[in-house]
């Protein structure tokens, strides 16, 4: 329920931002209203770039930063959170992170609102959070970031004439200076790929298979050689064939895209775990839903590898170096890798 004309010491504005357009804009100016600080909640944030959220959660923070004035950009705190691909986890990743910035405020046990307006599905992240009053807004324009990035990576004078008029003009700078940086061609390049594959194979859903393979404390990891994710690690998988089946899939991958010299039998007596991860958005390929399985092979060597079909590269890594490749890793791989293998590496939460 909005508590109208109530004072609060916060309100709350979670979104991802990618990028922060005049509905956003107008978001924050209640916010800003109805309470002494905003703290703005950035999502998807310590992962490697993608054509889904190009910009990293400091580029994002200084576009809003420089979108209001000095005393207002003074009274906003910016609080970047990593995707988990599980309501809950977020939530509460969320809702401590918020705790903590409050506390760094002196605030034990501050009166918060949850500013936002609820667009469709993708907008329920805003029950997740009862115990903050929730204060409605109504929609602000046609504004919405995924028709913009469109217009953004199409490139062409005329969309981005449109582009420019659903942003605030510091944004707007932002992102023109920003086409002139390598990794706008990636994200352009990636952006193409991903419409095209739509346009050829729809939106799916699709099944895949990931096969995480351990040996001595280090995991196989490969580098993708085409977009998206272009250049990124990631677990050796693909796309599940018409008459496999599933462990016979995530087998038939990892050798192909490694070369392992393990037999198929070996492999299936080493499988430690096995998970699902069908959040609908873990990709941006469309609706993609993954069977992963984890090999932990009882070698004292590591057998050696190399880089074929869809990998430019396959290579050993220890578990413990993990958290420090969060922004190098495809997809939500980083997550799958810490749910099968967090007991051997600590993850900030």
């Not at 950035?42 to 054509?51: T, V």
């Not at 209001?68 to 939530?91: C, G, K, Q, S, T």
């Not at 390049?189 to 895949?208: D, K, M, R």
């Not at 890793?329 to 900030?348: A, M, N, R, T, Y």
Request: with cysteine; proline share 6%; aromatic share 10%.
């Amino acid at each position: 329920m909005n508590d109208a004309g109530v004072r609060f010491d916060a309100a709350i504005l979670i979104g991802r931002f990618q990028p922060f357009h005049n509905g956003h804009a107008a978001l924050l100016k209640q916010a800003l209203e109805m309470a002494d600080r905003a703290l703005v909640v950035l999502g998807s944030s310590f992962r490697a770039r993608n054509a889904k959220n190009p910009f990293t959660w400091e580029e994002r923070a200084a576009m809003i930063a420089a979108s209001v004035d000095e005393a207002e950009a003074r009274r906003i705190l910016f609080v970047p959170v990593r995707d988990y691909y599980n309501d809950a986890r977020w939530a509460a990743a969320v809702e401590e992170a918020v705790r903590t910035a409050m506390e760094k405020q002196g605030l034990a046990a501050p009166r918060i609102a949850l500013a936002g307006f609820h667009k469709d599905a993708s907008s329920d992240y805003l029950k997740l959070f009862p115990q903050w009053s929730f204060a409605a807004s109504k929609r602000q324009g046609d504004f919405d970031a995924t028709p913009i990035r469109g217009l953004y990576f199409g490139s062409n004078e005329a969309a981005w004439v449109t582009l420019r008029a659903q942003l605030p003009p510091a944004v707007a700078q932002c992102l023109e200076d920003w086409r002139l940086l390598p990794a706008f061609a990636a994200m352009r390049e990636e952006y193409e790929s991903i419409v095209a594959g739509q346009q050829e194979w729809g939106l799916g859903p699709f099944v895949t298979l990931d096969a995480v393979v351990t040996v001595a404390g280090q995991v196989l990891l490969v580098r993708r050689k085409h977009p998206p994710g272009k250049g990124l690690w990631a677990i050796p998988g693909g796309f599940l064939e018409g008459r496999e089946r599933l462990l016979q899939g995530a087998i038939r991958e990892l050798k192909e895209e490694t070369g392992l010299a393990v037999a198929g039998d070996d492999l299936a007596a080493a499988c430690r775990s096995v998970a699902v991860f069908d959040h609908p958005d873990r990709s941006q390929r469309g609706r993609v839903i993954t069977h992963a399985y984890w090999f932990d092979l009882p070698l004292s060597t590591l057998p050696p590898v190399t880089g074929a079909d869809d990998a430019a590269e396959a290579r050993w890594f220890p578990i413990t170096g993990l958290p420090d490749m969060e922004k190098e890793l495809f997809e939500d791989h980083f997550v799958i890798l810490e749910q099968f293998l967090g007991g051997f590496w600590s993850v900030c939460p």
